[in-house]
């Protein structure tokens, strides 16, 4: 199988930057479409950001010029930089792989989310 790790997560002050890292290891061919989620209490879960292998780039509006999502293939791992951090960003963020285990199979995997906390 296939296990996403991620760190990163923690308090920051509001204006404040963080750096999550996500690592995925297990019975990986490729991974394709790598990003993150987040989900704040009583919301819904919403795409923060992707990335695909080939390092095309996409952002929910809120985050555009503040957050940034990068890639090393050859670790199987996604990051997200996150810059000016505001109040309405906390949530437990999760990662996000689509991982190809075999020719025939290729499956959305979840990490297990890592909390950040936006307070003054």
């Known amino acids: 199988q296939v296990q996403l790790v991620e760190s990163g997560g923690g308090l920051v002050q509001p204006g404040g930057s963080l750096r999550l890292s996500c690592a995925a290891s297990?019975?990986?061919?490729?991974?394709?479409?790598m990003g993150w989620y987040r989900q704040a209490p009583g919301k819904e879960r919403e795409l923060v950001a992707t990335?695909?292998?080939?390092?095309?780039?996409k952002y929910v509006d809120s985050v555009k010029g503040r957050f940034t999502i990068s890639r090393e293939n050859a670790k199987n791992s996604v990051y997200l930089q996150m810059d000016s951090l505001k109040p309405e960003d906390p949530a437990v963020y999760y990662c996000?792989?689509?991982?190809?285990?075999?020719?025939?199979?290729?499956?959305?995997?979840w990490g297990q989310g890592t909390q950040v906390t936006v307070s003054s």
């Open positions: 996000y792989a689509e991982v190809r285990t075999s020719w025939y199979n290729t499956r959305a995997y």
């Open positions: 990335i695909t292998s080939g390092g095309l780039t």
């Open positions: 297990g019975s990986i061919i490729s991974i394709n479409v």
